[in-house]
Structure formats: structure tokens, C-alpha cells
T-cell receptor
Framework: GQNIDQPTEMTATEGAIVQINCTYQ??????LFWYQQHAGEAPTFLSY????GLEEKGRFSSFLSRSKGYSYLLLKELQMKDSASYLC??????????FGAGTTVTVRA | IAGITQAPTSQILAAGRRMTLRCTQD?????MYWYRQDLGLGLRLIHY???????GKGEVPDGYSVSRANTDDFPLTLASAVPSQTSVYFC?????????????FGPGTRLTVL
């Protein structure tokens, strides 16, 4: 089976930086995704990593270490609109996405 | 507007009733998926379809069935609803089935079974 762990909740101040960690143990590996989900809405794609290293997209960056089964999503210059759940998902040998339970980030003024 | 639509938005259903959740995409994506999302458990795959005419079972398929008669539509049926099927249901699609294919999600259906 697939096991994907991420913290349940994180709180940070507007303008700060937050790092959301994700560790995984899966049957094979074909990529790791991060999705953002605002309350009551659908998940939306943020990033995809398949090779080790850092992928940067504006205020958001995602890092992957395949040997450690580890990824993080870095949110910089936090804004109130970044308050949401962030979902880590891994594609295994079956090419199906397995999701972690999600990390709820609350941004305070 | 291109994307995925789901219907109904929400539904309250008596236990034992039959219910079909509808999902339609206009992106000509080959693959489609049904997930349920429950507090603390994250998204779990119910059924999937890699291409029109084929379907497969996901992590939690019991009590659900699907069909894929064409590229655009992927309905999910609960033959006899039970309270444990109370959840938020998301339909998703992706262009293909490789590990790199991004999945795009519909707005969800909130289902309550009493």
C-alpha cells in the first residue's frame, strides 16, 4: 500500500515563509504532485516533481528527494489568500495518485 | 468555459436509495477518476477509467459502480446508499495516464446519506 504523511495544520503570519513537509512510502515512484484546496472548493494543481531538486514557481517552490522519500512545498511572502489545505500526492507503479490527508495552512494578519 | 462539471452540487439521500452522480468534461481528456474526500483521510480513489469503454477499481470501490460510454461522461452510481457513503465526491480528468499527467478536478458533490 501507499503511505503519505504530512502535518495536519500549520499557522503563519502574513509575509512570512512556511514549509510543508511530506514523506512517502509507495510501491514505485512516478512523480509527486502538490495541490491547493480552498475550503469548499476543488483541489487545483500547484506543482509536479519527478527528479530530485527544487522547482520554483513564483512564490511557491517544491523540493523532492527520491532517496529519502521526502518532499516539501515552500510558500513565500504569505498572503491571506494562501489560507487553504495543501495536498501531497504520489504516483506509484500503478500510475494512480495516492493522496496524503492534507495540511491546513492558516495565515494570520 | 472548458473544464469539468458535476451534478448535483449537493444531495441528501435516504439510506437504501439509488443515486447517480454525474460528471462531464469538455477537455477531451482520456482518463477520468472518482474520489471521495473525508475529514482526516484525504482523497481516496473509488473508480477510474483510462479511456472510453474501460473502467477499473480504485482503493475503495465497494458499493459504487461506474460506466464510460464516451469520452466526456463518467457517472458514478450508488446502487443502495448507506450512511458511510456520506462524503464529498470529486470527479477528475487527465490527458493521459502517465505519472506526469496532471489531474483536473470538478467542483464536487456533497452527499449526505441518512
Amino acid at each position: 500500500g501507499q503511505n503519505i504523511d504530512q502535518p495536519t495544520e500549520m499557522t503563519a503570519t502574513e509575509g512570512a515563509i512556511v514549509q510543508i513537509n511530506c514523506t512517502y512510502q509507495t510501491s514505485g515512484f512516478n512523480g509527486l504532485f502538490w495541490y491547493q484546496q480552498h475550503a469548499g472548493e476543488a483541489p487545483t494543481f500547484l506543482s509536479y516533481n519527478v527528479l530530485d531538486g527544487l522547482e520554483e514557481k513564483g512564490r511557491f517552490s517544491s523540493f523532492l528527494s527520491r532517496s529519502k522519500g521526502y518532499s516539501y512545498l515552500l510558500l513565500k511572502e504569505l498572503q491571506m489568500k494562501d489560507s487553504a489545505s495543501y495536498l501531497c500526492a504520489v504516483t506509484g507503479n500503478d500510475y494512480k495518485l495516492s493522496f496524503g490527508a492534507g495540511t491546513t495552512v492558516t495565515v494570520r494578519a | 468555459i472548458a473544464g469539468i462539471t458535476q451534478a448535483p452540487t449537493s444531495q441528501i439521500l435516504a439510506a437504501g436509495r439509488r443515486m447517480t452522480l454525474r460528471c462531464t468534461q469538455d477537455m477531451r481528456h482520456n482518463a477520468m477518476y472518482w474520489y471521495r474526500q473525508d475529514l482526516g483521510l484525504g482523497l481516496r480513489l473509488i473508480h477510474y477509467s483510462n479511456t472510453a469503454g474501460t473502467t477499473g477499481k480504485g482503493e475503495v470501490p465497494d458499493g459504487y459502480s461506474v460506466s464510460r460510454a464516451n469520452t466526456d461522461d463518467f457517472p458514478l452510481t450508488l446502487a443502495s446508499a448507506v450512511p458511510s457513503q456520506t462524503s464529498v465526491y470529486f470527479c477528475a480528468s487527465s490527458p493521459g495516464t502517465s505519472g506526469a499527467d496532471t489531474q483536473y478536478f470538478g467542483p464536487g458533490t456533497r452527499l449526505t446519506v441518512l
